[in-house]
């Protein structure tokens, strides 16, 4: 276990947000949280997943709703706090630590946020190593784990906790209804898991990849390199495209949103076309009509100069971006794992395919 | 403490149905499964709430939902127990004795399935001496004690607890998108209270009321005699019209069943014409155009022969029935009483009018 600094605190939020692959919702303002928080003395600990007991109960936090309300709602630790706290009331247990249950996006902060209000630690770990759109896709889910019980809070100081219910989809179903009636985003935690758990089915040291990746942006920014080629070189990633944004086409449905963008080559790729299409995350890449990625793979719209991710709900006509492709955590290209998180998942009729090899 | 006998159970049903004041839906399903309880060997107890110690934990129970998905999904004494049970389970606590939310209508009988299934005493009292619309017209609520917890359970092994809101207001609305998801009908359990707060706040004895009127009524067809005579002496009521049904109205808006029902008057009351207005329960009624009776009073037809009481969503053209008005528990005719349960919380803008003195 160690204390996070304050100097860690922004490329963990820039690296969580490029390990979003598009998703997951910027984590901008609950980095200014975060950093307010450390100016009042606040530290948050990092704890080694091999560092917990076997029967020690972690909470599994996550703020969820729809990214554009989180823009006005704006992140709250101690709202954040309080369903791991209904959870621990409803349970009777003390939670001996806290994790995210995705490390891409904004919700790679949510637990540290948590963690700052209740005193715990927060374990370097998370259960999609990026960020996906189904709880179905968290890596307990596809290990066959229960997802209840979910506890909800809303800013009105109104607690919701489903306990129990017929299968996940259910418990989505009401989740969503609920989620909807209290103004769409939501603080949640869920299904607590235990050490054992943890560090058999989680993704780990994933909060460490992300401070990672942010490092080696930070870096070559500092030294006027290149980000984007130093992200890829370290983290074994795929440079798949250079270009210019062509067209952007978005829709929200079933609480998701959906779309596509074209990218018009430019330099080694002038003459070529990408196609990307996104679920909240960016799911495949075509290249010139062939798919050249697909998801669980970790596709990243970059900016081309300073390596900052660009988001599915950002992305807009003229930008210069990069896409790269950086590995899917293992776990995920397992048999089951490519049936909760490959292209078919998705709706796609194509098997999952990669830049790497 | 006493043990309710088989011949108990329906003239239990006969009168807790005419104190649901036209709502509160039929007793008549959940009647049969505890007369098949009853013949399986199952003995249910009936305690005084004056037996129970001033910290006794009682759980509140009721079927809430809509009466006619009520009529097609059937009542099931082990589905009216799991709320209670996950209630129990989320407070950490073992119930001393369960009790009925209203004792008008089919949720008379919705504490005697749990205790059928669960082994507790019924306590002989509820929070509203009738039926009434709305959780703020609970005795409870309307003595300022808090809502929440409530805990809902659907027939799918779905359970939702609420802990917290930000006030009654905000419980209704999510439980109304819960139940709307879950298929419109659901067991709930809801703010446990003391041994002490049902001998201040409760409506005592109102099951053995609801048992009497039944009596009362059985016993009077059995000698061939006038039940509606018999119960409104009895019960200090008053007949405020006998007639037929020549006009009847329903909608259904914000979950509620309302309209209104003409009666034309036969025998001493040929010539007059009787409007009943209703809001699930007969909220007011108008002879000649004058308001005659009104809320919290406990206004019901009945059929003129039998005595059976006719629901607001039975009424139907051609009926011969009586319209008989029994005195509201004197609870509710305080003023915070009446401000909760009076005309004007039904938007009305006339006060309180009985027909009794």
């Not at 900052?308 to 899917?328: C, D, F, H, K, W």
Request: with cysteine; proline share 6%; charged share 20%.
């Amino acid at each position: 276990m160690r204390l996070l600094s304050r100097d860690e605190l922004e490329p963990l939020a820039t690296g969580a947000w490029i390990l979003g692959a598009g998703g997951g919702g910027n984590p901008y303002l609950a980095l200014l949280n975060l950093q307010r928080l450390y100016e009042q003395g606040t530290r948050v600990a990092l704890l080694d997943p091999a560092e917990l007991a076997d029967d020690d109960p972690v909470a599994i936090v996550a703020s969820v709703g729809a990214p554009l309300v989180g823009r006005e709602r704006l992140s709250d630790p101690h709202f954040a706090a309080r369903p791991m706290l209904a959870l621990q009331s409803h349970l009777d247990c003390r939670f001996r630590a806290v994790m995210s249950v995705e490390i891409g996006g904004t919700n790679a902060l949510q637990p540290l946020m948590v963690a700052a209000v209740t005193g715990l630690p927060v374990v370097d770990a998370d259960s999609m190593g990026r960020a996906f759109p189904e709880a179905s896709m968290m890596s307990f889910a596809i290990a066959g784990l229960p997802a209840l019980p979910l506890a909800m809070a809303d800013i009105r100081d109104t607690e919701v906790i489903i306990p129990r219910a017929a299968d996940p989809q259910w418990m989505s179903r009401i989740a969503r209804k609920v989620l909807g009636e209290i103004g769409a985003v939501s603080a949640t935690c869920r299904a607590p898991r235990t050490g054992a758990e943890i560090k058999q089915h989680g993704i780990l040291h994933s909060t460490s990849r992300a401070l990672r990746i942010g490092r080696t942006v930070h870096e070559a920014r500092h030294r006027h390199g290149d980000p984007v080629a130093a992200l890829v070189e370290a983290e074994r990633g795929r440079v798949l495209f250079g270009g210019k944004v062509q067209d952007i086409e978005r829709r929200t449905t079933d609480s998701f949103l959906r779309g596509s963008s074209r990218l018009l080559g430019l330099d080694g790729d002038r003459g070529a076309m990408l196609t990307l299409e996104f679920q909240n995350e960016f799911a495949a890449a075509w290249r010139d009509g062939a798919v050249v990625a697909t998801t669980p793979d970790i596709i990243c719209v970059l900016d081309s100069e300073s390596g900052e991710a660009i988001g599915t709900e950002m992305i807009r006509y003229g930008q210069r971006v990069s896409v790269i492709v950086l590995p899917a955590p293992d776990f995920f290209l397992t048999p089951q794992g490519l049936a909760a998180t490959g292209p078919r998942a998705f709706g796609y009729d194509f098997d999952y395919r990669t830049p790497r090899n």
